[in-house]
């Protein structure tokens, strides 16, 4: 064969092999979530990229997500091509959710759990499935510090969206909760972060006779988002949602005693008098700790003390 057809035909092969490795790096790429993730919040951010700036749609439970802001990625590898990152927050319903994103770069479907009990909470964790936490966070690097809470404002601006701020994320002190040496995961336990700055409460716990499982072992987040929330207290939904995650048994509302009428106490849908508040669990339980096994409100040991708050008239 002469030697030109054979110089060609190398010239050919060798820009077939770089076009081939152009397109893949020009693909649709999801950095988080991961295919089989627990996470253990109603929103989350879908991180990715594509080899240009053509819109991207998210569904996720019949909702649509469109993307149309993207960030070009510097210092990647000549070969795969221009590479633009993009974020979109959404959100999820509880249990199972499908994520598909669909762009000209190619479909990616991925499987989501969202979880809210301890359990499922502890789950998580071992899987984990923080973004920070991935090896692909690397990639944010060419364009973003993680040295300074300034870099984390340029991601995360909804954070102070919310009715209900947390002081520290209200002041944007990320690093103040987050270890910036260890992937921007929380210190752990987070509850060693909290009680620094509430002592008061975390000394009434721990000299408490009885404490609530979640409290005492350290989840504060699985009840409250430490960033912000629509709910008081940084509660991460109402309270007979969030307590009945966990006593699943106390959902269908029959709970305490039959009264003196034949009927159950209700826990929900009645005014009290004295506070002017809708009848919750947190009205008769201290959901952090207390005197007595039930950890009564107002340090009540019990059961007709309790009662008697509301009921006086009947004693």
């Avoid at 990625?73 to 999820?92: E, W």
């Avoid at 921007?184 to 716990?205: D, N, T, Y």
């Amino acid at each position: 064969m002469p030697q030109n057809i054979l110089k060609n035909l190398a010239i050919i092969l060798l820009f077939s092999v770089s076009v081939t490795a152009f397109a893949a790096g020009n693909g649709l790429h999801i950095y988080f979530p991961r295919e089989g993730s627990v996470v253990n919040s109603g929103t989350i951010h879908v991180i990715g990229s594509q080899g240009s700036e053509k819109p991207v749609t998210i569904q996720v439970d019949k909702r649509n997500y469109k993307v149309e802001n993207f960030q070009k990625a510097q210092d990647i590898d000549s070969i795969k091509g221009t590479s633009f990152m993009f974020m979109q927050k959404v959100s999820l319903k509880e249990g199972l959710n499908l994520i598909t994103i669909k762009a000209d770069a190619g479909v990616e479907k991925i499987n989501v759990r969202y979880v809210t009990s301890m359990e499922a909470y502890k789950n998580k964790m071992k899987k984990k499935t923080h973004f920070h936490m991935n090896e692909d966070k690397t990639i944010c690097k060419s364009c973003h510090t993680f040295e300074t809470n300034k870099g984390c404002r340029s991601c995360h601006k909804e954070k102070g969206n919310d009715k209900f701020i947390h002081g520290p994320a209200a002041a944007w002190k990320c690093l103040q909760c987050h270890d910036k040496n260890n992937y921007l995961v929380p210190f752990k336990p987070v509850s060693s972060k909290c009680i620094q700055c509430h002592q008061e409460f975390s000394e009434k716990m721990y000299n408490a006779n009885y404490a609530h499982g979640p409290a005492i072992s350290g989840y504060c987040t699985i009840c409250h988002d430490p960033h912000g929330a629509d709910n008081r207290y940084l509660l991460k939904a109402a309270v007979n949602k969030l307590c009945n995650n966990c006593h699943t048994a106390k959902k269908s509302g029959v709970h305490v005693l039959a009264n003196f009428t034949g009927n159950a106490h209700p826990t929900s849908g009645v005014i009290i008098k004295s506070t002017g508040k809708e009848i919750s669990c947190v009205s008769c339980h201290n959901p952090h700790y207390g005197k007595t096994p039930q950890m009564f409100q107002n340090g009540a040991e019990k059961f007709m003390t309790l009662c008697a708050e509301c009921h006086e008239d009947k004693f």
